[in-house]
């Protein structure tokens, strides 16, 4: 039964493992550059996040600004929200009651 297309492994994959003798006055110079590389690796990940906060702010900000200046009150938002939940409501019993004009009376769901 075949459960791949790869070549079979010839070769046991061997852990590599390292030893190496530490003197205790290298200890703060290692832990530094490890510090150093992560801070780096953390930077680099971070910029592209921090420049899509940044675009996603601006386009609040944008939002923000062209609400300020517009001129609709909230109780014209709550009228338009109301008529368009109405209008879509209607079309919806339109298209229950036409679905179900071709059913006889026994049949039809109230």
């Not at 150093?36 to 996603?56: C, G, M, W, Y």
Request: glycine content about 2%; aromatic content about 2%.
């Amino acid at each position: 039964m075949v459960f791949g297309w790869n070549k079979k492994k010839t070769e046991k994959e061997e852990s590599v493992l390292s030893s190496r003798e530490i003197k205790l006055d290298q200890i703060s110079a290692i832990l530094s550059d490890l510090k150093n590389s992560r801070q780096k690796h953390l930077v680099e990940n971070t910029a592209p996040l921090f420049s899509n906060i940044q675009d996603e702010l601006n386009s609040i900000l944008k939002i923000i600004d062209h609400l300020s200046h517009d001129s609709l009150k909230i109780d014209d938002i709550d009228n338009q929200a109301k008529d368009n939940r109405d209008k879509k409501q209607d079309r919806s019993n339109k298209h229950h009651i036409q679905r179900g004009q071709g059913q006889d009376a026994s049949t039809r769901h109230t």
